[in-house]
DNA sequence: AAGTGATTCTACAACGTTGTAGGAAACGGT
DNA sequence: ACCGTTTCCTACAACGTTGTAGAATCACTT
């Protein structure tokens, strides 16, 4: 039913490899033979077969992302972010699930279904830097967010540990000085927990404000439940404190939402700063203060590190890291009280 | 690099179509042929390349999803179950962003790079039912949504009608009367918003309360920002209304933001109840009554009716339509006033 | 012992594209 | 008029897979 290049050289009156000559631009192509093929080619509603071309070329013009869930509303920005950088490049996305779950995510790696992109842009979860081995694979892999370092591929993740301080050191600058997190990993070091807490600690350490673990919240996973969870048991176990720093907004919004259950003011009572600037944010009551960890900058990059590698030309490069710029996005959570 | 079916076949001893039919689960090979080809094929690490399988086979096992965009928590959802449901069907998904543009739109089901997909789910906004021809498209297409009816292809959609008039007699049995409603589309009379408002009116008819035009508010977009707009011009306005029906969960919380700010407790003074059942509302202050509506039925629906199609054997099925089973869920936003 | 049908396997062609190699014509300089 | 170079085009092969047709073997039946 498709025209192919068959139809079209037929209609032309040339051969097959000229047809796909014009296509593809080749350069010594006469003017009057060029217009009678494009004729053809529009006449016949002609398309290329990508298949085929894929076969023939070993490319898909298709990259894949994998990433937790898009339930998340970070990954659904990410993904919407990197689609975007993808279509600015010419290339299709191909989404995958992986739950955050170890396994799922070393069966992507590990599977042949692969084969229909090109390179694939990697969010980790489950995974640990233990597991940095499997990312040796044979094909063109970015990883994007913490939970793997110094792995064998390209890297491209966000100031966790300077956008952390530069969040800390904000509710600091508004005067308060018993920050509570929401949403640390236990034993974490790595990983978007333990940068965002280490970040933490450097600005408590700057402005001379003793480190007390009691107010720490810790959580397994960074939903909006566990926020409010975790703002539940600061409250229960009564520690006082005037300000608090949520890891991601969605834990924040969770902890914003017990704080205001549990009558405590926003931000007059408690400030409170989250991370990610997540369209929601915008438009909570209060409008929470985030940091904006350059989203755009991370699809832009990430896209562009992965056609490098898929194109070949910087095939034998080391790996290389790179990270976004941040910013501080003051809103209504953390305004100084007025 | 990579193994193809020679060198398994070289390493077996046997041909390159025995050892494709043993990957094919032909029945006719000897259980002996069968253990030596396997085992060539772990030794080798084959996998079969998908660009030829899909060129000599027309499938592959990809299908596309369009949709305005994944920021909008409603398609991150949306696109998530879709993901699933079509993992357990052994499919993967290819997702564009339209923006909700029309003239992508049309791009989208003009482009020829949906060849890489074996078909495609389409969640059009900007189209609108005079453009349902470009729908007639030489590719197994199924629509989401309500932007176009009566179109040339399968159809999966929510119950806007019923759900919105269960939405709003809910309110009713609640004891409201003066109910607002939040992203009216106007002069629309199909799609969401068209289709929600009408089953706002019949359940106003059913329980003897006037219609008051005055009590909708009317938007473009159906984002949060246009829901505090929204609600703010209401409120301007002077009209009493003792509750809201937000035509879905983002313009309801975005609304509900206004009323907050204006002074106006929820559910006490105003009752709201949203449309999608969006994670955000079960963590919102209160939590948001909304209408859910059936997502992972769409989704399960929606791929299994364009596998049917992809398959060939229900091709010339004349085009069906489904509706997803809603349901109430009532939370804290118009629980009876304590 | 021959015929019939099922079983097991193979050779070949084809899907639609692009790279390679090379031929014919046109051009430029002597 | 000749040679070398550039321009324009074509024929052929190949990418890795699967469908078709058919050959060879086996198991039964008569």
Redesign the pocket.
């Known amino acids: 039913m498709?025209?192919?290049?068959?139809?079209?050289?037929l209609a032309a009156?040339?051969?097959?490899?000229?047809?796909?000559?014009v296509?593809?631009d080749?350069?010594?192509?006469?003017?009057?033979?060029?217009r009678r093929v494009l004729e053809a080619i529009t006449e016949l509603g002609?398309?290329?077969?990508?298949?085929?071309?894929s076969?023939?070329?070993?490319r898909t013009g298709v990259i894949g992302l994998a990433v937790p869930e898009l339930k998340l509303s970070y990954f659904a920005e990410l993904a919407d972010s990197i689609i975007k950088a993808a279509e600015r490049r010419g290339l299709k996305v191909l989404i995958e699930q992986t739950g955050g779950d170890r396994a799922h995510e070393l069966e992507i790696l590990a599977s042949p279904r692969l084969q229909l992109t090109d390179g694939l842009l990697f969010s980790p979860l489950g995974m640990s830097n233990e597991d940095a081995h499997y990312l040796t694979v044979g094909f063109p892999l970015v990883l994007l967010g913490e939970r793997i370092f110094g792995g064998p591929t390209d890297h491209v993740t966000m100031s966790n540990v300077e956008s952390a301080r530069a969040a800390t050191a904000h509710l600091v600058a508004r005067g308060r000085r018993r920050i509570a997190v929401v949403g640390g990993h236990l034993d974490e070091v790595i990983g978007s927990a333990g940068l965002r807490l280490r970040g933490y600690r450097q600005a408590l350490e700057e402005a001379g404000i003793p480190f007390d673990p009691a107010l720490v919240g810790y959580t397994t996973l960074w939903h909006r439940s566990n926020g409010a969870t975790t703002m539940r048991e600061l409250l229960a176990s009564g520690v006082g404190f005037d300000a608090v720093f949520g890891m991601n907004d969605t834990l924040a919004l969770g902890a914003m939402r017990v704080l205001q259950e549990a009558g405590r003011r926003i931000p007059d009572d408690v400030a409170v700063i989250g991370f990610d600037d997540l369209d929601e944010g915008r438009y909570s009551l209060p409008t929470l203060s985030t940091i904006d960890p350059g989203r755009d900058e991370i699809a832009d990059t990430a896209v562009r590190v992965l056609q490098e590698r898929i194109s070949g030309r910087k095939g034998d490069m080391p790996p290389r890291a790179f990270e976004a710029r941040f910013q501080v996005i003051e809103r209504e959570s953390s305004a100084l009280a007025g």
């Open positions: 498709a025209a192919t290049l068959r139809d079209v050289a009156g040339v051969s097959i490899k000229t047809v796909s000559n296509i593809n080749y350069e010594h192509i006469r003017a009057d033979t060029k002609y398309s290329p077969n990508l298949s085929a071309r076969l023939r070329s070993g």
